[in-house]
């Protein structure tokens, strides 16, 4: 499109050129687009030089679930390879990845995409009742954007609010003047009451967590390269490795977090051969390549990034639902601008865009070719009908999709293998899907079952408010409210009709059962019954000392 806009614009242009010869550079004529280009490495700031046990360490601490206090979620649960850097949980089914948007409601057309975090829970790791969320765990307002290649933008976030120094957290020194957003990032979501934090929850609690823990210890499996790294270390030991003395504190945490981050480089696309000289895109995909280029998308996703890491309004959705570039800025110009997203490893990170709100590349490029949805004064004037055909629609789709995606990148190999976290294996607590539950109690057992721990939490919501409601532990699944269990505890339910405990785990034990029972003058027993959970006990986690000698992954 913008090739014959140029050929049809070639004699205008001369006359202007004529008509002008004083203005050397006339402010409506636009710099051409920057071309697609190979990518390379991220800059690496002086203020945190690679070196290899900092990566190995980062690495750690981005799969470490125990830097939430409930044990669940980890940077990667929500920046997985397998999902482009994103959300692996919001490929499948979307339930638990739903926001309600501004409105407060679920099931209305402002309605996101976001990311699971954790369930809200105070210091004591006691749930709290959040608003839809009820005790399940809250998802954030927008879609995770990926943490592969997160090396190279010089503003990180859909509203770039990560800029400028980094700076110690406890000194408030400059360590990195500039260059160091994913620095100032990474400590972000650890204090994060939606995503990884207790409500007030700061970074001296994760420094504290850390001392307590071992090392991916809730991990279901660890690639053998970090168990060789960690060999037995505790945390304390393992910073002072990396670092010199003096321990976990928290620019530490940044420093490798960033490091590793700056590894996550997905420059092996089959376009990144091509545009090196190696052929490898077939007919349709090349074909694809120069609609992007005709559709004026390089405006924008132009460079070796795909980025030009700008802020624009593109019409995806009403200007007012996300202020977006405008809460940074304070300026009326910048509502609703998000930053423009690199484009590698798309096929594996739906849905797509800042909401979600697209299922699929295909209703990504049909939004562009109708010239998005809505539109506001400040929209992208490059926002406008394609007209594409419906070949040029498949050809567009079709090089979004494999020329983009690296290999290793949806294997998790190479600089992408990962540890299998707790959250994503069959240590979870099952439900049983039992047939005299009562479909509308729902219990919420997420953390890991660890042997000996006196505050495994299960929450149940749906319950009258104010109703009494018993949670018993068992070694069989319990069918009576006044069969024997091994631990029953009673609570009144809140308003809202949700309710949590923390039962005491024994010490040694295969496998257990949760169920709760909500007091029911109307049922035939006078109680109804919820599904229950079943537990397969996982190893206490001692204090570190105890395993130096001997870490199983
Ligand atoms: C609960 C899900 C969740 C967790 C946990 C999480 N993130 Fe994110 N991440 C997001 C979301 C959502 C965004 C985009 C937020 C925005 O732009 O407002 C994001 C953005 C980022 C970005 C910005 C990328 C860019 O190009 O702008 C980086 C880097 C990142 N996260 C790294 C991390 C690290 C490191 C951790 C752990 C300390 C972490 N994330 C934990 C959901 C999560
Ligand atoms: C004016 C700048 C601009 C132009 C031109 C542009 N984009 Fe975008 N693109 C953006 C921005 C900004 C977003 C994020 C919007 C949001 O979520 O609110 C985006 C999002 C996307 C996404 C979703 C990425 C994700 O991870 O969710 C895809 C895919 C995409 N663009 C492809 C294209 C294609 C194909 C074209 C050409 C037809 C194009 N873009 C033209 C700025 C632009």
């Known amino acids: 499109m913008s090739l014959s806009l140029a050929v049809s614009n070639r004699g205008y242009f001369r006359t202007l050129l004529l008509l002008g010869l004083a203005f050397s550079a006339p402010c409506w004529a636009q710099a051409p687009p920057p071309a697609l280009a190979p990518l390379g490495n991220p800059p690496i700031p002086s203020g945190n030089p690679q070196t290899e046990a900092k990566i190995a360490l980062g690495q750690i601490l981005f799969w470490e679930e125990q830097l939430s206090r409930t044990g669940t979620v980890a940077c990667g649960t929500c920046h997985a390879p397998e999902a482009g850097g994103a959300d692996l949980r919001s490929l499948g089914s979307l339930v638990g990845s739903q926001h309600p948007g501004p409105d407060g409601q679920i099931a209305t057309a402002d309605d996101r995409i976001g990311a699971a975090g954790v369930p809200r829970h105070d210091s004591e790791g006691r749930y709290i009742h959040a608003g839809v969320f009820g005790m399940s765990p809250q998802v954030g307002t927008r879609q995770p954007i990926s943490a592969i290649n997160s090396g190279f933008p010089t503003r990180l976030f859909w509203d770039g609010r990560a800029q400028g120094a980094f700076n110690d957290p406890d000194s408030g020194q400059t360590l990195i003047a500039a260059g160091g957003v994913l620095e100032i990032q990474a400590l972000g979501p650890l204090v994060n009451d939606v995503e990884m934090a207790h409500v007030g929850g700061d970074l001296g609690d994760i420094q504290n967590r850390l001392i307590d823990a071992r090392p991916l210890a809730l991990a279901a499996a660890v690639p053998p390269a970090l168990v060789e790294f960690i060999d037995g270390r505790d945390y304390p ?317």
Request: net charge negative; glycine share 10%.
């Open 237 to 553: 030991t393992l910073f002072d490795a990396v670092f010199g003395a003096g321990g976990i504190n928290a620019s530490r945490i940044a420093l490798a977090l960033a490091s590793y981050q700056r590894t996550l480089v997905a420059n092996r696309t089959p376009l990144d051969l091509e545009l090196s000289g190696t052929p490898s895109l077939t007919p349709l995909e090349r074909q694809g390549r120069q609609v992007f280029q005709q559709a004026g998308c390089l405006r924008c996703h132009g460079g070796p990034l795909m980025s030009d890491n700008n802020f624009h309004y593109i019409g995806a959705r009403a200007v007012g639902e996300d202020l977006g570039r405008m809460a940074v800025t304070g300026l009326a110009a910048d509502r609703g601008r998000m930053r423009t997203p690199g484009l590698r490893n798309l096929s594996l990170s739906a849905p797509y865009m800042s909401d979600g709100r697209l299922p699929d590349l295909r209703a990504v490029v049909e939004l562009y070719n109708r010239g998005g949805d809505f539109t506001a004064p400040n929209k992208a004037p490059e926002i406008t009908p394609l007209n594409l055909s419906s070949t040029d629609i498949d050809a567009l789709v079709a090089f979004l999709g494999r020329p983009l995606t690296d290999p290793r990148v949806a294997a998790a190999n190479g600089p992408f293998e990962r540890p299998l976290l707790y959250s994503e294996s069959d240590r979870v607590p099952q439900m049983q899907d039992l047939a005299g539950r009562d479909p509308g109690l729902q219990l919420i057992a997420l953390e890991p079952p660890r042997a000996g721990r006196p505050d495994f939490t299960v929450a149940l919501q749906g319950a009258p408010g104010f109703a009494q409601v018993e949670f018993l532990l068992s070694t069989e699944v319990i069918d009576d409210v006044l069969d024997g269990a091994l631990e029953r505890l009673g609570v009144i339910a809140s308003a809202q009709g949700s309710a949590a405990v923390e039962l005491p785990l024994p010490v040694s034990g295969d496998l257990l059962y949760v169920r709760a029972f909500v007091r029911d003058a109307g049922a035939a027993s006078g109680w109804r019954a919820s599904d229950a959970v079943r537990l397969r006990l996982l190893d206490a986690v001692a204090e570190p000392p105890l395993f130096a000698s001997g870490f199983e992954p």
